[in-house]
């Protein structure tokens, strides 16, 4: 599958999240601060910094 066609999914250690939408602001689902980015996949309201460290190695 091209990258155009999973627009969220993990390019080394970073998500490409350059067809996320933006509206208005909503608590994230991580961290409960307000967001303003959707997430690519789900459509929810996430931090980008949050959906990277959820997949971090821990």
Same mark, same amino acid.
């Not at 208005?24 to 967001?35: E, G, L």
């Given at each position: 599958?091209?990258?155009?066609? *999973?627009? !969220? $999914?993990?390019? !080394? $250690?970073?998500?490409?999240?350059?067809?996320?939408?933006? !509206?208005?602001?909503?608590?994230?689902?991580?961290?409960?601060?307000?967001? &303003?980015? $959707? *997430?690519?996949?789900? !459509? $929810?309201? /996430?931090?980008?910094?949050?959906? /990277?460290?959820? &997949?971090?190695? *821990?």
């Amino acid at each position: 599958m091209s990258d155009d066609q *999973n627009p !969220g $999914r993990v390019h !080394g $250690r970073l998500l490409d999240w350059r067809h996320a939408s933006v !509206g208005d602001p909503a608590p994230c689902v991580r961290c409960r601060r307000p967001a &303003l980015m $959707r *997430n690519p996949d789900t !459509g $929810r309201p /996430e931090h980008k910094v949050c959906a /990277e460290a959820a &997949l971090a190695p *821990n």
